[in-house]
Every structure is written in structure tokens, then in C-alpha cells.
């Protein structure tokens, strides 16, 4: 609908205190994508101690990963609405899932997931639940961004390519082939 959305928001305000929405995404104005006013903010939960990590566009929904859980809120209707809450589903850093045409793509420590624009599909059970199980990266205390999983997709192959750390000490990869 011609509108920006941008999660776990810091801004200075007219005094130059710096201040934190860590749970709250904003909504711009239609066509106006650097705007975004204060009736234009949405809480899909408040205070849950869990930061937005990342925000994903596909079809008209926004997938808002915080460190828990995931919301799927709808963005096809002139307002949005909370459409699904599913716990377990979130995402460590910003790097662990990316946007494809074929829809969006992530892993955490229960597995690789994918969101097609009507449901989410687990793409380890059954597949590679046990070798998922020992090459993610489970303990992620003192680890920087770099450090992490990340996953990636590559259009022409139809691969995922999840790195297990961008460290150069730990090389390892899954290639999953849709």
C-alpha cells in the first residue's frame, strides 16, 4: 500500500535525548515514505522484554521477527492487522532470514523455515532435523553479528545457503535445494 515500515526504532528527539521503541514498528504515510507519524505507530505486542530484530515484506504481509516470536501481520487492507503469532519462530540477528521470490526464508535453533505468502513451512523436520541440530550455532553469548548463521539465497539455483559463521575459523555451510 506505498508505505514504509521500520522496527525497533531509535530517534533523537527536539532536545537531543536519544530514544529507544525497541517493540514498537512504525508506519510511514501512504507515498511518503520518511514520514512517519506518531498515530502511524503499531504495537503488535508491548513490553514482552523481546526486541524487532527484522522486519520482511512478502505479498501483502509484514513479517516481524522478534528474538522469540514471529508476527505475521497483514498490510493488504487500508489498516493492518495481526495476523498470526508464532512462538518459537524468531530470529537471533537481522542475518538469519532473507526475502526471496519464492518467499521468505529463516533459521533459528529449531530449523529452517520458509513462508510462502499463506503458511510456513518447516524445511528441516524430516529432512536434516539432525544435522541441523549439531551445526547451529546454539550459544550465541559474545558472539558478534559475524559470528552467527546467516542465510542467504541464490536465485538461479533455487539453493538456500545457510553459513553456519562468517568467522573465519568456522567455514562450514548447508546448501538446501528447493
Known amino acids: 500500500n506505498r508505505k ?7 530517534k533523537v528527539d527536539a532536545s537531543g535525548v536519544l530514544q529507544h521503541y525497541p517493540d514498537e514498528m512504525w508506519v510511514s504515510q ?9 498515530r502511524n505507530r503499531l504495537s503488535v505486542t508491548i513490553n514482552d522484554g523481546d ?7 512478502f505479498a501483502d504481509r509484514v513479517l516481524q521477527f522478534k528474538r522469540n516470536n514471529l508476527f505475521i501481520i497483514n498490510a ?6 495481526l495476523e498470526g503469532k508464532y512462538p518459537f519462530m524468531g530470529v537471533e540477528f537481522k542475518n538469519s532470514a532473507v526475502t526471496t521470490e519464492v518467499g521468505i ?4 535453533r529449531h530449523g529452517v523455515y520458509m513462508y510462502n505468502g499463506s503458511n510456513i513451512q518447516n524445511l528441516t523436520d524430516n529432512r536434516i532435523k539432525t544435522t541441523w541440530d549439531s551445526f547451529y550455532l546454539e550459544e550465541y553469548i559474545g558472539l558478534t553479528t559475524q559470528d552467527c548463521s546467516q542465510i542467504g539465497f541464490d536465485p538461479q539455483s533455487k539453493h538456500i545457503i545457510i553459513l553456519k559463521s562468517n568467522n573465519a575459523g568456522v567455514g562450514d555451510c548447508l546448501i538446501y535445494d528447493l
Open 4 to 10: 514504509m515500515y521500520v522496527g525497533n526504532v531509535r
Open 30 to 38: 501512504i507515498d511518503r515514505f520518511d514520514t512517519f507519524p506518531k
Open 51 to 57: 526486541e524487532i530484530i527484522a522486519l520482511h515484506q
Open 76 to 81: 493488504g487492507q487500508d489498516s493492518e492487522f
Open 105 to 108: 526464508i529463516w533459521a533459528n
